[in-house]
């Protein structure tokens, strides 16, 4: 089953580069990526053992993350078919082979216990993205694709020598040198504590640029201002989570290794550094793709806050990769639809899209509702259990930062939101082909859907996945 997993979207990334004909391709990227979460439930609902070896493994960490990187890409491949439909006047190859080839490498990330592994699979997700940013063509979308590749690349070679200086320690040690995560858990105690304090260190920079955790967090902006909405939810609702499970991986060793604390403080500066960040640039933003990246800063940093802080804000922090990620596809894909009606992403010329597009307006209105952590849905349970657990542990000041950012972050939203969904449009405003129809309405509806029902119910066996993760993270007193 876990050669099923990273097999299966590469034989999907072969077809769509044999098919000649355009208008087929996202059908069989929609095949595929249905095809995927079938794989994933079923190895959700029937765990496979450890493969031999131990480089492959299905905890309950892995599990979260692929099952909402694989849904979000569902919807974002059931998408693609009325978006590419508007997008006839270029080939839609590379598109569609690079979206698979990078779920191939998703699914690596998320089921491997091997940190080297688990490096070339983030890389490839690095390098499987650098087209998809370019597909428009552009002289902005080519400067954000470099800037992309020059910066996320940086963080990951960082990335990769927090992982040498992580196997040197093993050395210095006199253990058996390895970067199977089990080995270095077993071998903490004898670990050289230089070693593992360099590394760690390297491995947060590394990651958290992936991530996006701010100030590594350059490459946003533009990067999700240039690409198609649908390459935006990727990027935001799922690379995102496959970085931070690489950070929750290196927290399961700080907590072996007894330096937890200087890791969890580092966690929650980076954390909150980032909501204040985003709540500075959020504030009046004229672009409102670029208005989501700094989003996406905002909600990085609350999942390093929600880490940092541990206890039962792990909790909150798993599940805000569900809430995050799915709030995230519903965003993007509704400001693909706008984009697409107004050809601009500029909120002097966007205005009135309730009037011009109800259903791709009133999506991107809720979703913003969502994603500023109001009830009733999702993003409201996992943001009130971080903020709740930092005030029960008595850390006041971390708490009053977080509620001042989201605050802020909220008010400067709303003054970019509001205005683009209300009112007239303008008269001046260009008219194009688009039109709301099922094909791009309907993916991210349902994900709306899915975030409503987590904020008023989580299903039973999600909650005990959910537990069963922040056991895992769980620091012995």
């Known amino acids: 089953m876990y050669a099923a997993l990273i097999i299966l979207p590469l034989i999907g990334a072969a077809a769509t580069w044999l098919i000649p004909f355009d208008r087929l391709r996202p ?10 979460l079938g794989v994933t439930i079923h190895m959700l609902t ?8 131990r480089w492959f493994h299905f905890d309950a960490l892995g599990k979260i993350v692929l099952l909402s990187t694989s849904i979000l890409f569902l919807a974002c491949a059931i998408y693609s078919v009325g978006y590419l439909y508007y997008r006839r006047e270029r080939s839609n190859r590379m598109l569609c082979v690079w979206l698979l080839v990078c779920l191939s490498a998703a699914s690596m990330v998320t089921i491997t216990h091997h940190l080297g592994l688990m490096w070339v699979a983030l890389e490839t997700t690095t390098i499987c993205m650098a087209p998809l940013i370019y597909f428009n063509r552009n002289a902005r979308s080519i400067e954000a694709t470099w800037k992309y590749l020059l910066i996320c690349s940086v963080g990951v070679a960082l990335a990769l020598i927090g992982l040498y200086f992580l196997a040197y320690a093993t050395i210095v040690a006199n253990v058996e040198p390895s970067l199977l995560l089990d080995d270095l ?9 230089g070693w593992v304090h360099a590394a760690f260190i390297f491995l947060l920079v590394g990651f958290g640029t992936k991530m996006g955790l701010a100030p590594l967090h350059t490459w946003k902006p533009d990067a999700y201002g240039e690409a198609p909405g649908l390459v935006g939810a990727l990027l935001s609702g799922g690379l995102v989570n496959l970085a931070f499970l690489a950070l929750m991986r290196v927290y399961q060793l700080c907590i072996a290794t007894k330096e937890i604390i200087f890791f969890q403080n580092a966690l929650v500066v980076m954390g909150l550094f980032s909501m204040i960040i985003a709540a500075i640039f959020m504030a009046r933003q004229a672009d409102f793709k670029r208005m989501l990246a ?7 940093g609350i999942m390093a806050v929600a880490l940092g802080l541990g206890g039962r804000a792990i909790f909150g922090a798993l599940f805000h990769i569900l809430a995050n990620g799915l709030t995230k596809g519903v965003l993007f894909l509704s400001s693909g639809n706008i984009h697409r009606s107004y050809n601009s992403k500029s909120t002097d010329h966007v205005r009135g899209a309730l009037r011009r597009l109800p259903w791709s307006g009133g999506l991107f209105l809720a979703g913003f509702i969502a994603i500023t952590g109001s009830p009733p849905f999702a993003p409201f349970i996992s943001e009130f259990t971080i903020i709740s657990s930092a005030f029960i542990q008595g850390r006041m000041l971390v708490g009053g930062i977080f509620l001042f950012s989201l605050t802020v972050i909220f008010i400067g939203m709303a003054l970019t939101v509001l205005p683009m969904v209300m009112g007239e449009v303008p008269a001046e405003s260009e008219t194009t082909s688009y039109r709301d129809t099922l094909g791009t309405v309907g993916p991210p509806l349902v994900l ?12 039973e066996p999600l909650l005990d996945l959910l537990r069963d993760a922040a056991t895992i993270l769980e620091v012995p007193k």
């Open 46 to 53: 029937f765990t496979p053992p450890e493969s031999p070896g």
């Open 27 to 36: 059908k069989v990227l929609a095949l595929f990526a249905f095809a995927h």
């Open 294 to 300: 700094y989003s996406s800063v905002e909600h990085v």
């Open 448 to 459: 709306l859907l899915l975030v409503f029902v987590l904020g008023i119910w989580i299903p």
């Open 185 to 193: 858990v077993l071998y903490a105690g004898k670990l050289s504590s």
